[in-house]
């Protein structure tokens, strides 16, 4: 038995060969789409590994210091310990220690007296506050990051903002030999 032959329909009709030009140019964007396909997401891969090691290693730098980082407190770690480090100061330094108790933040920076007032007063209290001959950053705190307030010349004053659990505390000493460029140092204690 012989099959009925089928008529091809114009629809059906066989695609002409692909031209060379044509050819390449699909391979070529069949090679871009798997590269970005691919890639993209490979490099943000590769970028963000490297970023959380970079924080790793920082982190594991600021855990084991032992003593006063010269460099600026994170904005964060400012803001949580209300320390607002006027800009343009200089020599700007800081350790922070923290147990289940109670966390410190040792700040110490140099400012202009403008920047003293201004600091002051985003701590919430001003130059009229501080005592005059007064140190009021603890022996046993100020010996945790080698400050001493005995030598070398000094115009010491300084004053103590306490305020309720859970904002914190500080205790804040000032070198005015200079008074023009006062050195200010600032023990912030928190208590969770």
Do not use: C
Not at 16 to 34: G, K, Q
Not at 116 to 134: I, P
Request: glycine letters at 6%; proline letters at 7%; a neutral charge.
């Amino acid at each position: 038995m012989t099959l009925p032959r089928q008529s091809t329909s114009p629809d059906e009709s066989v695609r002409p060969p692909e031209s060379r030009r044509h050819m390449l140019f699909r391979r070529w964007l069949t090679a871009i789409t798997i590269v970005l396909l691919v890639g993209i997401p490979a490099g943000y891969l590769v970028i963000s590994a490297e970023q959380s090691r970079d924080s790793g290693r920082d982190k594991e730098a600021e855990s084991s210091a032992t003593g006063l980082q010269e460099t600026w407190p994170s904005q964060m770690k400012r803001r949580v310990f209300e320390v607002p480090i006027p800009p343009k100061s200089k020599h700007v330094a800081y350790y922070e220690t923290s147990n289940w108790k109670t966390s410190r933040l040792f700040v110490q920076f140099r400012t202009t007296s403008a920047g003293l007032d201004r600091f002051l007063e985003g701590v919430g209290t001003s130059r009229a506050q501080l005592e005059d001959g007064e140190v009021t950053i603890s022996t046993r705190d100020a010996d945790t990051v080698g400050w001493d307030f005995g030598a070398g010349p000094g115009d010491w004053a300084g004053v103590s903002h306490a305020q309720k659990d859970p904002r914190p505390s500080q205790d804040i000493t000032v070198n005015l030999a200079d008074e023009a460029r006062p050195v200010v140092f600032v023990v912030s204690t928190a208590t969770p």
